[in-house]
């Protein structure tokens, strides 16, 4: 098959991804080349997908790709965004923001040219203010109630805190100040968003504040969770935590016992250990070599990427950001890279940006088949078959990695701590797993 030819049948791929071709089976376009896909009309066999990412998807364009996904504001175009703003008296993008980081305000700010005054409300409002720039929903939050989206399109709110972020850092501009020391001491299990926001907000307070951490770094999702191309290490609010004066301890495993010391030594203790046991679905072959949970994939890509075992041929189960994660990842490190999701995507709760992202780099997304049985051979994955939604289509795949995006659970260690007394608790453990702004947003409401 020629370019064009490949570049049309995409096209086609692309309409049928998208719910402008055939469902329930009728529409039948695999990845790659040792893919079959039956469907109750016959079999059908593709070897040009993989063609074409070649031809059309070479790293320096990848790379090209991630670098634009980076660029932001300066400051003439920042201030005509913001210049767009109506200047709400009742303010639904601050409403609508959990963690109340009030765009409302800094956008005010940023509009008479007070650019200090801007990144000093985010920054006070705000403890992972940088992260929050970087991965935070805006689309389904602040940007969604925008009052301009009534007229034309709302203010891109996440792009101009970014930038102010930025300004902040750029120009060595400090606004956290401790108040006055006082005699209480906190304990917080966890250095993940939504501890490290109550860490600062009760050092803020002059507390005493301790952070224990089970791995060697702080930052939890943050740190490994989510993939440098989204949110730069350099990014993480670490530093300003530590400015003001707040001690952490790695490698510290808190379990039950271990918590019931902190408690005698400790005020109080808030527990923010998030969600770091991954989901598997119980299938023949998941215990093959090449099986990898999402968590596994993405902190072995963050720390350990030139060492780490990456299949040549990837699959992603799952339809939330951290798959779209796990396969973006797969595909910068070089594997042939497909997700796979059991529904159609409009129903897949990732961000639609993140969709937009995966798509554009040219990652096959199959939809509508279950996982139904890892193959292997000599103990490790060869294939993957799959179940249609329809329940008459069949889809087998190779595939030396299956990463499983699923979902998390919390860790047998604090599944089953409780709020209650001197226990305070919050984060993804708490809300099942939601969004970063929403741990901050907890972690700041168990300071105060």
């Known amino acids: 098959m020629k370019k064009g030819q490949t570049a049309a049948a995409i096209l086609l791929l692309s309409l049928a991804l998208n719910g402008c071709g055939g469902g329930n089976g009728t529409t039948a376009f695999a990845p790659t080349e ?18 074409y990412e070649n031809d059309y998807y070479s790293a320096d364009e990848l790379k090209a790709y991630a670098e634009e996904m980076k660029q932001g504001y300066n400051l003439r175009t920042a201030m005509e965004e913001a210049s767009r703003c109506l200047l709400c008296h009742d303010a639904p993008c601050s409403k609508s923001c959990p963690a109340k980081t ?12 007070n650019i200090k005054g801007a990144a000093e409300t985010i920054r006070e409002n705000n403890p992972l203010a940088g992260c929050c720039a970087e991965v935070c929903p805006y689309g389904q939050l602040c940007e969604q109630a925008c009052s301009r989206t009534g007229i034309d399109k709302p203010i891109e709110i996440g792009k101009l805190q970014k930038f102010l972020v930025e300004m902040e850092k750029r120009e060595g501009m400090e606004f956290l100040h401790v108040e006055e020391k006082c005699d209480g001491k906190i304990a917080c299990v966890g250095a993940g968003p939504a501890s490290l926001a109550c860490a600062r907000e009760l050092a803020l307070f002059g507390y005493d504040v301790t952070i224990y951490e089970a791995n060697e770094k702080a930052g939890g999702v943050l740190t490994y969770g989510i993939v440098p191309s989204r949110l730069p290490q350099e990014v993480v609010d670490i530093a300003t935590i530590e400015k003001l004066g707040v001690t952490f301890k790695f490698n510290e495993t808190i379990d039950a016992a271990r918590l019931e010391e902190l408690k005698a030594e400790y005020d109080a203790v808030f527990v923010g250990t998030g969600l770091w046991k991954s989901k598997v679905i119980d299938i023949p072959g998941k215990d093959l070599d090449g099986v990898v949970s999402a968590i596994d994939f993405l902190k072995d890509a963050r720390l350990n990427k030139e060492n780490m075992t990456l299949g040549d ?3 992603v189960i799952g339809g939330g950001d951290v798959a779209m994660d796990c396969v973006t990842t797969a595909k910068q490190l070089g594997a042939k890279a497909t997700i796979v999701y059991r529904r159609t995507i409009e129903e897949a709760p990732a961000d639609i940006d993140e969709v937009m992202a995966v798509q554009s780099m040219g990652i096959p997304i199959i939809q509508e088949f279950a996982p139904g049985e890892i193959i292997g051979s000599k103990g490790h994955v060869t294939a993957m078959k799959f179940n249609g939604r329809d329940n008459e289509s069949e889809l087998i795949m190779k595939a030396d990695q299956v990463v499983f995006a699923i979902g998390q659970a919390a860790c047998d260690t604090t599944k089953d701590i409780k709020a209650g007394g001197k226990v305070f608790t919050g984060g993804d453990m708490v809300n099942g797993g939601k969004t970063v702004v929403q741990a901050v947003a907890e972690g700041k409401d168990a300071a105060a």
């Open 102 to 113: 009030d765009p409302a305000k800094f956008i005010r700010s940023l509009r008479f040219r």
């Open 34 to 51: 040792t893919s079959l896909y039956v469907t109750k009309e016959g079999t059908v066999t593709s070897a040009d997908v993989e063609t």
């Open 313 to 315: 041929t990837v699959l």
